[in-house]
């Protein structure tokens, strides 16, 4: 079946530092990819879609250039989150839509603390 | 953003009992999506819907997608305790289109 890994799966860091997270497709193409952010006991929110080689489309209320979004291949994602805070604790996890069935999988997530 | 009404929010129920939740929206979706989402976990797809009146089972599950295109429901037969997590259903217009969600039903299962 389709597999999405996220990396890294946990991360503490402190205040005003940055933090990427890696989402792979490993073994289809995914020409767009989706970040979400998911609150304890709530639904996912969808942060922003990443299309393969353009800009990512960001929802209202996003901030770009605090969620930096660059997705250089077909199976390779990333999120920034700059200059973390407090706030931006949340678990994250990056969704790939398989190119040719356009069916969604999600990754495991990242849980990110920041200090 | 916009989101599917799910319903319940959440259910406690005895293992071996059978389960129903279902989803409804407004506006018309051509696809129907149900995962599960384990605790610090990303959600895992269990059925996928894609024609009005589709009725399609995997394992203990059953879904449907209802005939308007505004509605799908997910049945759990005889309950077991891995069951318990929190199921999403969710909803595209088409297949370029993203997902939306519903507010997920937490189901928790008594041995």
């Known amino acids: 079946g389709a597999v999405v890994s996220q990396h890294p799966s946990r991360v503490i860091c402190k205040s005003g530092t940055s933090v990427k997270i890696e989402c792979r497709s490993l073994d289809f193409q995914a020409t767009t990819m989706f970040w979400y952010r998911q609150f304890p006991k709530q639904s996912l929110m969808l942060m922003a879609t990443s299309n393969e080689g353009s800009k990512a489309t960001y929802e209202q209320g996003v901030e770009k250039d605090k969620f930096l979004i660059n997705h250089a291949s077909l199976t390779l994602s990333t999120l920034t989150v700059t200059s973390a805070h407090p706030e931006d604790s949340s678990f994250y996890i990056c969704?790939?839509?398989?190119?040719?069935?356009?069916?969604?999988?999600f990754g495991p997530g990242t849980r990110l603390t920041v200090t | 953003g916009q989101q599917l009404n799910q319903s319940p929010q959440s259910m406690f129920i005895q293992e071996g009992e059978d389960v129903s939740m279902n989803c409804t929206s407004s506006?018309?979706?051509?696809?129907w999506l149900w995962y599960k989402q384990d605790p610090g976990e990303g959600p895992v797809l269990l059925i996928a819907l894609y024609k009005a009146g589709e009725l399609t089972s995997n394992g203990r599950l059953t879904a449907q997608f209802g005939i308007t295109r505004k509605d799908s429901f997910l049945n759990i037969s005889a309950s077991i305790p891995s069951d318990v997590g929190i199921y999403f259903c969710?909803?595209?217009?088409?297949?370029?289109?993203?997902?939306?969600f519903g507010g997920g039903t937490r189901l928790m299962v008594k041995p």
């Open positions: 969710a909803g595209r217009i088409n297949a370029g289109n993203m997902l939306t």
């Open positions: 506006s018309i979706f051509n696809t």
């Open positions: 969704s790939a839509r398989d190119s040719l069935f356009y069916e969604q999988y």
